[in-house]
């Protein structure tokens, strides 16, 4: 069973671009969630999708979206870049109906100059 | 709206002490509670789940507490070691599409 992976690493943007972070859920999951992590902040809940359709948003404009594939991948992209996106990215997946106990990978570090 | 409080923001303690970190919530109906690890600059790893009907979880050194009548959870840490050195954060589940509420975290340094 392979773990949560996210790419790429790092990333340095100009203010006003778009950009895409992607994630490769745990094997089986069908549940995914992306988290914005500020320096020195807990994580925000960005939104969750669900068989492909998201169907959870936190406090976040619609120039943040996202794709869920069948194939356990998913995507978090960000339109027009404003310097405070500057963030770690991070996605978590799980299982509904079992624990809901969230799995994380290892981040995106975004950096928006 | 659910908010969680960790306490305190930064500890540092001498190798070998047993030690409690701290987490509050507003709102009792929980569905489960996860405390995490994260390194400076790396991604979360699980510690523990307590589910909303358990009071307690254990793994290794590690023992965490739920009592959600007061909106209050907490992680011992038994014989603390400098590879414990690490923030440790609390989230919430509300069980839904809500996704985690999280604390600020605890940052712990454990003195060699």
């Known amino acids: 069973e392979t773990g949560v992976t996210q790419s790429p690493t790092h990333l340095i943007k100009t203010r006003g671009q778009q950009v895409t972070l992607r994630c490769s859920s745990q094997?089986?999951?069908?549940?995914v969630s992306w988290y914005q992590q500020a320096l020195g902040q807990g994580p925000q809940f960005i939104f969750q999708?669900?068989?492909?359709?998201?169907?959870g948003r936190g406090n976040f404009p619609p120039r943040f979206s996202g794709l869920q594939f069948p194939n356990y991948s998913s995507e978090l992209n960000v339109n027009a870049l404003e310097l405070d996106d500057s963030a770690l990215y991070l996605c978590a997946s799980s299982f509904r109906g079992r624990s809901y106990e969230q799995y994380f990978g290892p981040g995106t570090r975004l950096t928006v100059t | 709206k659910q908010e969680v409080t960790q306490i305190p923001a930064a500890l540092s303690v001498p190798e070998g002490e047993n030690l409690v970190l701290n987490c509050s919530f507003t709102?009792?109906?929980?569905?489960?509670l996860q405390w995490f690890r994260q390194d400076p600059g790396k991604g979360l790893t699980s510690l523990l789940l307590?589910?909303?009907?358990?009071r307690e979880q254990t793994s290794g050194r590690l023992n965490a507490s739920l009592d959600k009548s007061s909106g209050r959870s907490t992680l011992y840490i038994a014989a603390s070691q400098p590879g414990d050195s690490a923030t440790y954060l609390c989230a919430i589940s509300g069980g839904g599409a809500d996704g985690l509420t999280f604390g600020k975290g605890t940052h712990l340094i454990i003195q060699p």
């Open positions: 094997s089986g999951h069908n549940t």
């Open positions: 709102d009792s109906a929980i569905y489960n």
């Open positions: 307590i589910q909303s009907s358990q």
């Open positions: 999708y669900y068989r492909e359709e998201e169907n």
